[in-house]
């Protein structure tokens, strides 16, 4: 067991292996966690739905910071880099025990930086947390290794964005498009990147139908969705869907937003894809059988440019 390991049993008397499980456990007695925001007050608060009881509430907990990434493993949700209370990208990474609510610090990153993308990965034993680019088209991959309880550099990208979005398919992360520089100006890119942890190096694969960037994505039955976004060359919001097949490595036209949108969340809960928030609490369950999406719970409260994160029933939150 690793100090930090160590550390985290001391404070919640937990065993080892329930640091970092497998997966999040799935069935109908579970919760969605939406989280962060484009403000402190929106960002100092969580909008939980109880899938039993179809409601949400808040809850609020203190990050005093805004526009960061986060990942849920288990009982334990990570809320990585961000922009303080003065608007400057900062280092600070911390979890909080979703049994307990408490919060506490962790190592902070090697670079501070906000409009990032996180994703946890399995690999042999231990599920390593990535922090990827970010902070005005950041090319720096980090790596939290779950064994030692320190942030490493890994390979870079090859393209450097920010506000993309990473999701991984088959033990690989996929980063789609984002904002990137060029000849001074900045613009969104349609260019797909994927990690492999065997080699530590990216690859393009094939590109998106639209560029964008903050869009939404998730994997739902092995193929990877993204919606909106903002098309910073034409200053819209974006209504459409695309889907990626990573065997095939195409994309495909999808079905439609209700209306444009950027800063929404997709996300799969009980085995649906759900669509929520871009600036309103607005909610949308995607129909299968008809290709649509129909109105569903509203939030608690308007919320835009959050990740959605499937928690384990017992969580206190």
Known sequence: MTSLTQAIVARTSLNSKSFIPSETPRGKREKIALVGGPGLDVAN??????????????????????????????????IIGGLNSSHQAVTSVEYVDLKHGQKYPLKPLNQSRSDLSAVSLRCDSSTDIYAIGGDESCKSVERWNSKTGDWEIIASLLLAVDDHRASVIDDKIYVTGGQISENGD?????KVQMYSVESNSWIYRAQMIQGRD????????????????????????????????????????????????????????????????????N?????ETRRTLKASKILSKARSFSVAHVIPYDSII
Request: glycine share 8%.
């Open 45 to 78: 608060t969580i909008d939980i739905y109880d899938g039993e009881n179809e409601s949400w509430a808040l809850f609020n907990i203190k990050f005093n910071k805004y526009e960061f990434a986060s990942v849920v493993v288990g009982h334990w949700m990570f």
């Open 186 to 190: 900045r613009i969104c890119t349609n």
């Open 214 to 281: 903050k869009h939404s994505s998730v994997v739902f039955k092995g193929k990877l969705f993204v919606a909106g976004g903002y098309q910073a060359q034409t200053f819209t919001a974006l209504d459409s869907v695309e889907h990626y097949d990573p065997v095939a490595n195409l994309w495909t036209e999808f079905t439609k937003l209700p209306a444009p949108a950027f800063g929404i969340n997709f996300c799969v809960f009980q085995n649906k894809i759900l669509c929520m928030g871009g600036y309103s609490s």
């Open 283 to 287: 909610v949308w369950e995607y129909d």
